[in-house]
């Protein structure tokens, strides 16, 4: 057995390894929440059914994988959470993990759960992270504003839960934002820093802003209009899936980022808009005048702090 436990946005979040294996059965629990999580690998389904929270009342989610390496999933309820795990067990063959959303005292109730069930839909729509195998987004079941409030609550604990067992496809990289000015002082310490990439050969031209920790590409980027790159790079994928997703559109002889995107890293973003393989650091700049690049001004805060 083991367990880690670490703190996010002022949460402490506590992950239990069941049988001490990271690629084992875990359980997730925030402090002052009443909710539990338990995801268990397929070959390990038995032992996790056999748990007391296996039989409360709740919502879940399988997880698998296509044979291009994109993330299926389907999210269902049940108030007997194991039964209906039993059945997909028989009949449905992709799954290779599952997730079971309780609370602890196993007071959710069938109209708590075909709510959070359609939310939780609702969510993976939005972020198209996952290959979703729900047929329709199911109806939101009828609570008072009161229960909408705390189921409301309720979703946010598992959202927040989700990424921190390595289930990131909730995450919505798309982000309301408009790039224009940031306050000198701002830049400087670190908050808010405006970079742009120009690769005038190519006609590429973006602005991004680093912002709690995210660098986050301004819509209306101008990339390339295919990947030229290494066919088998890893940038590849997230630039088709971005091309597919409708967020990375044709526009004439190149694609325009249709939504501001929140990217891993500016070599990323330089990746994805320069269509192949880019040193990010050096290629991204500060718009303050001073040409300094991305490297120069990150190595500025590192000496500062």
């Known amino acids: 057995m083991g367990q880690i436990i670490v703190a996010t946005n002022g949460q402490s979040l506590e992950l239990f390894f069941i049988d001490g294996r990271p690629d084992g059965m875990l359980t997730a629990q925030v402090f002052n929440w009443t909710g539990h999580v338990l995801m268990t690998p397929r070959t390990q389904l038995a032992d996790a059914l056999r748990r007391k929270e296996a039989r409360y009342t709740g919502v879940y989610i399988l997880l698998g994988e296509t044979d291009e390496g994109k993330i299926r ?4 309820e049940s108030e007997d959470i ?3 795990i039993r059945s997909h067990d028989a009949k449905l063959d992709w799954w290779t993990s599952a997730i079971l959303v309780t609370s602890a ?3 959710l109730h069938k109209a708590h759960v075909k709510y959070l069930e359609a939310r939780l839909v609702e969510e993976a729509r939005k972020a198209n992270q996952f290959l979703l195998e729900n047929g329709n987004t199911p109806p939101r079941s009828s609570l008072s504003e009161a ?5 409301e609550q309720f979703l946010e604990y598992i959202l927040l839960v989700l990424p921190a067992i390595r289930v990131d496809g909730f995450l919505l990289k798309t982000r309301p934002l408009v790039v224009n000015t940031a306050a000198p002082k ?3 310490d670190g908050q808010g820093a405006i970079f742009e990439l ?5 006609g590429v031209f973006a602005k991004a802003i680093l912002r709690n920790g995210e660098f986050i590409v301004e819509a209306g980027a101008v990339g390339r209009l295919k990947w030229e790159g290494t066919p088998t790079h890893n940038y590849r994928t997230l630039f088709d899936e971005l091309a597919s ?4 559109n044709p526009h004439g002889d190149h694609r325009i980022l249709s939504q501001s995107y929140a990217f891993t890293s500016p070599s990323a973003a330089g990746a994805v808009l320069n269509g192949r393989a880019t040193n990010g650091p050096e290629s991204w700049r500060l718009v303050d005048g001073s040409g300094r690049t991305y490297k120069e001004w990150e190595a500025e805060q590192l000496q500062r702090h």
């Open 198 to 202: 120009r690769t005038p050969k190519h």
């Open 147 to 151: 229960a909408t409030t705390n189921m």
């Open 245 to 248: 997703s409708g967020i990375f």
């Open 73 to 76: 999933a389907y999210i269902g």
């Open 105 to 107: 005292a196993n007071n």
């Open 186 to 188: 701002a830049i400087e």
């Open 82 to 84: 194991g039964e209906r």
